[in-house]
């Protein structure tokens, strides 16, 4: 009964077209069925093959991003119809705020301690694509004077303060200078008596 049915159906696949930017491929089945009294039936089925994966972009770091103080990353993916499986931060499972923003789940991470960072996130879509995508990012130690130049108020007072001293300074120097000078003309004449 099978090889009486193959016998009978004929068919084939056309590959209608495959876009560059995705791996989406449209598929038409086209058969033609005849049946023992003759009556031929044409039946045309088109179907997708989604072969591209859930697409996950990060708002907030660059890729190997050093900075200096809190971090607030965002997640989210390019097709609203995709799910975010997981993510994780250095390997632990990481519960993140979720809020909807246009009409897509973001989910917000914050990072304040000095650390290195690696967040990955797992990701699929409704044919099954899965991703994982990394970002690593490192939050640094500030110095001494990259403190104070962030701290505008302190740089301010910092400023003004150098200034004061060095203003103080040449005061000094000056005061000094003319006691020495009046000083050597006293003795001067002190010694013509």
């Known amino acids: 009964?099978?090889?009486?049915i193959n016998d009978k159906v004929r068919g084939s696949i056309v590959h209608l077209y495959k876009t560059s930017r995705s791996e989406r491929i449209i598929n038409v089945l086209y058969f033609e069925v005849k049946d023992k009294s003759g009556n031929v039936k044409q039946l045309t089925v088109e179907?997708?093959?989604d072969l591209t994966p859930p697409q996950v972009i990060f708002d907030g770091v660059e890729k190997e991003g050093e900075y200096f103080g809190p971090v607030d990353l965002s997640v989210r993916?390019?097709?609203?119809?995709?799910t975010i499986q997981s993510i994780?931060?250095?390997?632990?499972?990481?519960?993140?705020?979720?809020?909807?923003?246009?009409?897509?789940d973001v989910v917000h991470l914050s990072f304040s301690e000095v650390n290195e960072y690696q967040?990955?996130?797992m990701a699929y879509?409704?044919?099954?694509n899965e991703v994982t995508e990394e970002i690593p990012f490192s939050i640094l130690e500030e110095s001494v004077l990259s403190q104070v130049y962030t701290n505008k108020p302190l740089l301010v007072y910092t400023i003004v303060?150098?200034?004061?001293v060095i203003v103080a300074g040449v005061a000094v120097a000056?005061?000094?200078?003319?006691?020495?000078?009046e000083k050597l003309t006293e003795d001067k004449m002190n010694k013509e008596e």
């Open 88 to 104: 994780t931060v250095n390997g632990e499972l990481y519960e993140g705020e979720v809020s909807e923003e246009d009409g897509e």
């Open 174 to 181: 000056i005061i000094r200078s003319r006691n020495t000078k």
């Open 77 to 82: 993916l390019e097709d609203p119809q995709d």
């Open 1 to 4: 009964m099978k090889q009486a």
């Open 47 to 49: 179907f997708i093959l």
């Open 125 to 128: 879509d409704e044919a099954g």
């Open 119 to 121: 967040v990955e996130v």
């Open 161 to 164: 303060g150098v200034l004061v």
